[in-house]
């Protein structure tokens, strides 16, 4: 008996998950852990406190608890914008005429504009209830920011944003939203910091990068009494806190009876693909149901589809741990006509493994062919894609045509992380005509891979 | 046997209403007539032509049909961004202390990013129906704009957006928005008109109005083969659409069992309050029940708290046709510094009429409070709100307040019409304590008054 499939499907709020969801219980194989870039051991509960809180030290490094309870703060401030809707694309299908099934999760009911704020709440109620004053962290395209001050906002907590400086000047409306949250927010690099201040000596007229302004918050939370450092992707306790976009997911889907052939999500530094797909990659872990599974990433900043997979920093100012994962080398920084996000060199560490194992597959697309979806999916789905997630919608795009040419009625799941209201200078250019594309060369990622740390296997 | 309300009450997509509600059916005594401008006699359905589509003519003559189907393109338009969820502000009630219960309609989860997405879906669609190639028309703050092309878009239908040129200037990234949705956007006044070099002859650095966009408008489709001139506000049968709000708001809290005390939504031309309050004053006017209504306006262009209750030209190159309303002169413009819209100098003739009778009370607010309020609102309920829905947070917050210290449990309900996300020129201004308020004084408006059209009653 099928039922009618609505256009949204809003789940209950009594039908939202309240635990998060660890992948790690179900590997097998457990993912490589964190190392001392001095000793190059794994790095301990106590290297990692003066950097992180504790509660999220212990979720970073459990690889055994399969699930994790919510606490009740975070999941009443979930409740304000959450279960986000799983939407079934019935006017996207029209306009491609394809026989497959296209399914997105919309993230970006929220005024941080992303899934972002699902790990913020988390990381700043936990160190709220450790008793700090504040945090810092890094933001490039700014979502990531944004949700921390919202979160922060809402907690009483102190907030501290590094901004990389080509996206704080460009996106002068993203800053005053953080400030309307009562976060500081700096350009970086800045001469607030040691490590600001060698980039800014060397290249005194970059226009920044994440892994350097990552560098500038995590000394700024080791120099400030009462703060820890807080990061939006690549650790596994962020993938842990965004699990529930997944596990939303599958709630919804197995209310309505539907089972997704491909599930789809962009990839910067993993933390929406992650989430998204973490609950059914479970299942496939346990050998319960298979699905493909798709990581987007642009051509200008390739991670999955053209880095090598091995142990790098996590910062371009060096002072991070070292993760094993797949990338491009920690001074890598994409081309300056890239727009949007998802332009980190590196990729989380469970991500990176199960891509190294096969079970994860990679594409990379041009920033002009994914605006062209963003505007084709702005205009027949009714919501401006952030670029970011505009990743995914080409890909989903390219396989619903394919369907078409096959007669598949696949059905495609994926995640649509956010909204573009803060990327119209990118949307200009696009409508302008003057966007261009740009492929790092094989030389330059060699030059780049040949200063990847030595490490023993 | 009470339920416990959720933070987000949803209903499924079958529970949207099939109908709209036409509210001068149940009023006895019915709204004055548009006039034409010359003789001063009601507009015909032949004169009105020129500028409107032929069905929107029907529906602003319309003073008897209580129900009005929606039609199927709209309804499954409707459906990608509705029914729109009702929010039980548990967040703020617990920050102020209240013992009132606050719920408010959200209506800004959709990129338009407020409820004008309504009527422009329904007008572009009667456009398109009637075999037109485009409509024209104005916008201040920009949301009617970008809504009105967001319909365009998905229509396939030409759209010429006359835009206040100071808006313009301020907020490029709404034009852009308009532009990702194929609009034509021009800055107001223009020397594309006879109206707009008329005004620029006259005042060459001015910055626009609202009334002057709408002259350029409507001669532009006019003098265009295929174009109609469609309205955002003001019009009965935008106030028609929008009864969608209040419908839904209705359904929902029937559902729970809510009934609210007061009920509170900002104006400006009146689109929003109008739909908001439709069902719930057609049950006073029904005898049925009984609520407070209140319109809250900016101080700064203050129609109902200050205005005159006369017949005016709906624009200020008074080519439109007059109507009997609360005005403060069409040749009115509010102080450069009022941010945000509600800048028109009418209000729909229907709530005019309302509001005469007492049935519907007003209040003006400062910009300065009313952003004070935004930023409290933004930081507990996790939604940065357009700078026009933050008179109504204020207004409501006022009320809780009161109640608090009344030991009053009233059920206020208000609209949240859209969000803020274009709207961060004005916040910068206030987070850096650089925003002025602005009052026009009496003499202003006893000179703005003194150039009223003589019609006799």
Known sequence: MTQEIPYKIYLHENEMPKYWYNIRADMKKKPAPLLNPATHRPMTFEELQPVFCD??????????TPYIEIPDEIYNFYKMYRPSPLVRAYCLEK???????????????????????????????????????????????????????MACGYLGLKCHVFMVKGSYELKPF?????????????????????????????????SGSLGCAI?????????????????????????????IIGLECKTAMDKYDITPDIIIGCAGGGSNLGGL?????????????EYE????????????????????????????????MYTLGCD?????????????????????QFYDEGLLKATSIEQ???????????????????????????????????????????????????????????YEQFNNGTMTDSIPTDEELEQSFAKLPKVEA
């Open 55 to 64: 509660e999220l030290i212990r979720q970073e490094l459990d690889n055994t």
């Open 332 to 352: 890598f920084i994409p081309s300056g006509n890239h727009s949007g996000g998802l332009r980190y060199h590196g990729m989380n560490p469970v991500l990176s």
């Open 95 to 149: 306009l491609l005429d394809t026989p497959a099934k296209i399914y997105y999760k919309f993230e970006g009911s929220n005024t941080s504009g992303s899934h972002k704020l699902n790990s913020a709440i988390a990381q700043g109620y936990y160190a709220k209830q450790q008793g700090l004053t504040g945090v810092t962290t890094e933001t490039g395209a700014g979502q990531w920011g944004t949700a921390l001050s």
């Open 174 to 206: 993203r800053k005053e939203v953080m400030r309307t949250y009562g976060a500081e927010v700096t350009p970086s690099p800045s001469d607030t910091t040691e490590a600001g201040r060698k980039i800014l000596s060397e290249h005194p007229n970059t």
């Open 277 to 289: 797909i973490a609950p059914f990659m479970g299942e496939q872990l346990r050998g319960e149901a």
């Open 368 to 426: 002009t062919r994914v605006f062209k979806a963003a505007v084709t999916f702005a205009r027949i789905e009714g919501i401006l894609p952030a670029p970011e997630s505009s990743h995914a919608i080409c890909a989903a795009i390219d396989e619903a045509v394919r369907c078409k040419e096959t007669g598949e009625e696949k059905t495609i799941l994926f995640g649509l992380t956010g909204t573009g209201y803060f990327d119209l200078k990118a």
């Open 293 to 324: 599974f798709l990581a987007v990433e642009p051509a200008s900043c390739p991670s999955f589809t053209r880095g090598r997979y091995a142990y790098d920093f996590c910062d371009t100012g060096k002072v991070c741990p070292l993760a094993k």
């Open 215 to 243: 560098s500038e918050a995590v000394e700024t939370a080791e120099n400030t009494e009462g703060y820890r450092y807080v990061l939006g992707s690549v650790l596994n306790q962020v993938m842990l806190h965004q699990s």
